[in-house]
C-alpha cells in the first residue's frame, strides 16, 4: 500500500479525485461502478485484477461480516460490496484516505454498505468476534509489529472466521532499490519471509486453508496503474507522488526475487 507524502484539506482530496474521474471521462453526476474506479482505488500489486481472485479465494457470503484493514480508498471494500452484496467496516490510517474513501463510496452508490473508520491496524476498535472475514491488501510491509497485528485480526473475528490477505515479503537476497511503494528507504521497509509469516500466522493461532506466492503470475501487473497508458486515464498517481519510479523498483526486486507476493486464507481454529 502506497501511502500519501503530503497531507491534502477535505476539500482538496474531493476535487483531485472529481479532477481525474471527470478526465478520464467518466460523469460523477452519475453512478460509477467500482470497475470503472479500479485504476485509481486499488492501492496494490496486481490491481482490480488481484482483488477479484483474492476475492474467489476468500469465499464471502453475503451475510458474512468484513473487516478491511489498510482499506485506503476502499476500492476493494467497494468491489466486495458491489459483487456479494455484505457489509463492510473499514479501518485506515489516513485522514486523507478515509476523505477520498467517503466521497468514492457515495459515487458508487455503496455508502450505505460501507463504513471508513479512521486508526491503526494495531489497536483496532472493535470488540472480540466482530467479524466473519478479515481482508487486507499490501499493508503488512508498512507495519513492524507483525505479531500484535496478527493477533488483532485474530482477536476481532469470530470462531471458524478467515483471513484472507495479499501481501509482500522479503526475498532470498536483500532489498536493494529504493524508493518502493511501501518504504522510501531501507528503515522503513518491514517485510519478513513468506516462511516467518506463516510461522507468526500459525504461532497467532491461524489454521492455514491456502498459502501461495504468485510473484510470477502477478510481474507483468506490477502496479500496471503507475502510469496511465493515456493521458487523462486514471491511476495511482493522482495521490502518489514518484510512483513510475517506486512501480519500477518494484518489479525490478519482483525480478531479482529480493521481495515476493504471496496471497493466503488461513481461519481460526
Known amino acids: 500500500m502506497s501511502r500519501l507524502e503530503e497531507h491534502y484539506s477535505a476539500d482538496d482530496i474531493e476535487s483531485r479525485i472529481l479532477a481525474a474521474i471527470r478526465a478520464a471521462g467518466l460523469n460523477p453526476e452519475?453512478?460509477?461502478?467500482?470497475?470503472?474506479?479500479?485504476?485509481?482505488?486499488?492501492?496494490?500489486?496486481?490491481?482490480?485484477?488481484?482483488?477479484?481472485?483474492?476475492?474467489?479465494?476468500?469465499?464471502?457470503?453475503a451475510d458474512d461480516k468484513v473487516l478491511d484493514i489498510g482499506a485506503g480508498l476502499a476500492?476493494?471494500?467497494?468491489?466486495?460490496?458491489?459483487?456479494?452484496?455484505?457489509?463492510?467496516?473499514?479501518?485506515?490510517?489516513?485522514?486523507d484516505?478515509?476523505?477520498?474513501?467517503?466521497?468514492?463510496?457515495?459515487?458508487?452508490?455503496?455508502?450505505?454498505?460501507?463504513k471508513i473508520h479512521q486508526g491503526s491496524a494495531l489497536d483496532l476498535p472493535f470488540p472480540e468476534n466482530s467479524f466473519d472475514v478479515v481482508w487486507m491488501q499490501n499493508v503488512g510491509m508498512n507495519i513492524a509489529d507483525k505479531r500484535k497485528l496478527?493477533?488483532?485480526?485474530?482477536?476481532?473475528?469470530?470462531?471458524?472466521?478467515?483471513?484472507?490477505?495479499?501481501?509482500?515479503?522479503?526475498?532470498?537476497?536483500?532489498?536493494?532499490?529504493?524508493?518502493l511503494p511501501w518504504a522510501s528507504n531501507a528503515?522503513?521497509?518491514?517485510?519478513?519471509?513468506?516462511?516467518?509469516?506463516?510461522s507468526v500466522l500459525s504461532e497467532c493461532g491461524f489454521i492455514v486453508e491456502l498459502f501461495e506466492d504468485t510473484?510470477?503470475?502477478?510481474?507483468?501487473?506490477?502496479?500496471?496503474?503507475a502510469t496511465p497508458a493515456a493521458?487523462?486515464?486514471?491511476?495511482?498517481?493522482?495521490?502518489?507522488?514518484?510512483?513510475?519510479?517506486?512501480a519500477k523498483n518494484a518489479r525490478r526486486s519482483l525480478e531479482e526475487g529480493q521481495v515476493r507476493l504471496v496471497r493466503g486464507n488461513f481461519r481460526v481454529k
Open 30 to 61: 452519475q453512478r460509477l461502478s467500482p470497475e470503472e474506479l479500479g485504476a485509481l482505488d486499488h492501492f496494490h500489486t496486481g490491481g482490480l485484477r488481484a482483488s477479484r481472485e483474492l476475492l474467489e479465494i476468500a469465499q464471502i457470503q
Open 75 to 95: 476500492g476493494s471494500a467497494r468491489l466486495i460490496a458491489s459483487a456479494i452484496g455484505c457489509r463492510i467496516d473499514c479501518i485506515e490510517m489516513s485522514n
Open 97 to 114: 484516505y478515509c476523505t477520498g474513501a467517503a466521497l468514492l463510496n457515495r459515487l458508487t452508490g455503496l455508502e450505505n454498505r460501507i
Open 150 to 179: 496478527y493477533g488483532e485480526i485474530f482477536r476481532v473475528l469470530k470462531p471458524g472466521g478467515r483471513y484472507a490477505f495479499q501481501e509482500m515479503a522479503a526475498g532470498k537476497v536483500t532489498t536493494s532499490y529504493f524508493p
Open 187 to 198: 528503515a522503513h521497509n518491514y517485510l519478513i519471509s513468506a516462511e516467518e509469516m506463516r
Open 215 to 225: 510473484s510470477d503470475s502477478h510481474l507483468s501487473s506490477t502496479l500496471a496503474n
Open 231 to 246: 493521458p487523462g486515464q486514471l491511476g495511482l498517481a493522482v495521490f502518489v507522488d514518484n510512483l513510475a519510479l517506486k
